[in-house]
Each structure stands twice: as C-alpha cells, then as structure tokens.
C-alpha cells in the first residue's frame, strides 16, 4: 500500500474519524473533528463514508508529497491549497498523482481545515477509533500529531466520484458570533443578575484556547458555591471555575470534572467556535432543549439536501 509522505507536518495536525464513542467509563475522551460539518463535507466531497479517517490541519503548514493516484480534498478554514505550486479551490475534490506536492497555507479565516483523500487514510484503529487525542497518547500515529518523516497508507483511486460544494453552500467563519446555550440543572447555582451578565456579555477568546476546550475572557460570572463533586462531562459544557471566567468544553475534554457548570453550548456552535483564532468575539443566546433539538434536524435535512457538483 502506497500513500502521502509528510514533508511539512504544520503547526498542529492530527489524524482523526468521527471520534471514540462508549469508552468514558475507562476515562478516555471522544476526539475526532472540531468542527463536524467540515470533516463530514470533506469525505462526502470525495465519495468517502462518513466516518473515514482524514487530517485535521490546525491553522496550516502542511506539506505532502503523493506517492499515489488519488483525489484530495480540503475544506473548512481558509487555507490556501496548492498542487505543485499552483493554488487549487477549496471545497473541490483534485485529482493528484505520485510525485505531486500538496501544500496547505496558513490560514485567513478560521482555525480547523479537514485534508480527505479518497477512500480515507489507513490508520490503525485504537479502541475503536483512529482518532487522535494528544492528552492521552492514543489514536493516529503513536498517538501524536503529525510529525515531519510520516507516512500516511491509503489506497489508489479506483471508480470513486468526486464533488465539488458551490460557493453559496459553504460555511462563513466569522471572527464575531453569538452561540446558543442550554442551561442545565446547575444552573440554579447562578442568581438572575449572574445569568443575565453571562448572556448580555461580550467574551474574547485568549490563548488558552485547544481541543480541550477554549477560555474566555470578560466579565466575571460567579456561583454560589466554588466546586461540586466530580461528574461526567457533556461536549460543549460551560465550565465556570474560580475566577469566574468561562471555559467550553470540546472534544478532547476531560472525562470528569468538579466545577459547576452554567449550561451547555449546542454541537452546531461548538464547531464554529472551533474556528475562532484568539482575539475573536462571542456572546451567548440562551434557547431551550425543544429548540436545540430542531436545530440539529434542520441542520441535519440541510446537508443531506445539499447537492454537491459532480467534477472529472
């Protein structure tokens, strides 16, 4: 089996599928992509199953060379594809043949681009998932990100179609946005006045922002009580710690954790935060479960409506 030979491996790449799912009871986290519409779009674009194994190119950097006939695609953050030299369009599955140079340039807007090949990357599956998760040395490679040297298996091209997403399909990353939360049952540990400040607030993002989760930065929010016993933790949990600044949990959180918590941000939203470089602006809208639930079935029936183009 033939494949990719990582030149470049970027600031921060990570080989991941759809994510690690039923092993929180032995203290090991999710994974796969931050932004799911993305990585979904990326495999569909190349006729691939849902759940194929790609890269996730964290703000860019990445330099392959191709020792094999495929179709490549990249699709979310703005980072510009070139193939020997001359940019290609996003969102647009490419043909490459061994000996081909795919670079994938730093980024303009947003922070997460998904590098899929046809048929999907060939990893070795950890506990059910090739994910990577850095923080616990599992999935991907050794369970690391990319390094330079690397090899990445797939198979050639065979009879799979490709697909390009028009322009008015695809996503915006903007560096101001407002996401949607649930308030959970902690949340009576919060007065009015402090849940009003929370949803009325302006949050920066800082530089402690990752795949475990991104602190914010403003006003402070406080509770009535500092810590809880330790409990499992849901994907976008809004974490309130001591210093009243608040933290979203994302794919690569921890299992358990002690501090209350004000709510949690819809799936949808946490993909779009996953885009924000530091610096970036957000507020919270408050809406109910109902709510979150037709959300993510409207979102749903959009992407299975969508048609992409079909493309030689």
């Not at 902690?186 to 949803?199: G, I, M, P, V």
Request: glycine content about 10%; charged content about 25%.
């Amino acid at each position: 089996m033939s494949g990719f030979k990582v030149l470049q491996p970027g600031l921060l790449t990570l080989i991941q599928d759809a994510g690690r799912f039923g092993h929180h009871r032995i203290g090991l986290t999710t994974g796969g992509p931050l932004d799911a519409l993305a990585f979904k779009w990326a495999n569909r674009l190349v006729d691939n199953p849902m759940n194929s194994t790609l890269l996730e190119v964290s703000i860019g950097g990445l330099v392959l060379e191709a020792e094999i006939d495929t179709n490549i695609v990249l699709a979310g953050a703005e980072m510009p594809l070139k193939i020997n030299g001359i940019e290609q369009d996003r969102w647009h599955a490419h043909k490459v043949k061994a000996g081909d140079r795919i670079e994938v340039g730093f980024s303009s807007q947003g922070a997460r681009a998904y590098l899929a090949v046809c048929g999907g990357f060939q990893v070795e599956h950890s506990f059910s998932s090739s994910a990577t998760v850095t923080r616990e040395g599992i999935g991907g490679i050794s369970g690391e990100k990319l390094q330079q040297g690397d090899y990445l298996k797939c198979q050639p091209r065979s009879d799979q179609k490709a697909y390009r997403l028009p322009e008015q399909h695809r996503p915006d990353y903007f560096d101001d946005i407002t996401l949607r939360v649930i308030t959970g049952y902690q949340q009576h540990a919060f007065s009015d006045y402090q849940k009003r400040l929370f949803f009325s607030s302006e949050y920066k993002v800082t530089d402690r922002a990752d795949r475990m989760g991104y602190r914010l930065e403003g006003p402070e929010v406080k509770p009535s009580f500092d810590g809880i016993l330790s409990e499992g933790i849901c994907h976008g949990a809004i974490q309130i710690p001591a210093d009243g600044q608040p933290i979203v949990l994302l794919n690569d959180r921890q299992t358990i954790g002690g501090y209350p918590k004000i709510g949690s941000m819809i799936a949808l939203d946490t993909a779009r935060m996953a885009q924000l470089l530091p610096g970036s602006r957000i507020s919270f809208e408050e809406i109910t479960i109902d709510d979150a639930h037709n959300l993510h079935c409207l979102a749903h029936v959009l992407f299975e409506r969508t048609k992409p183009e079909q493309v030689d």
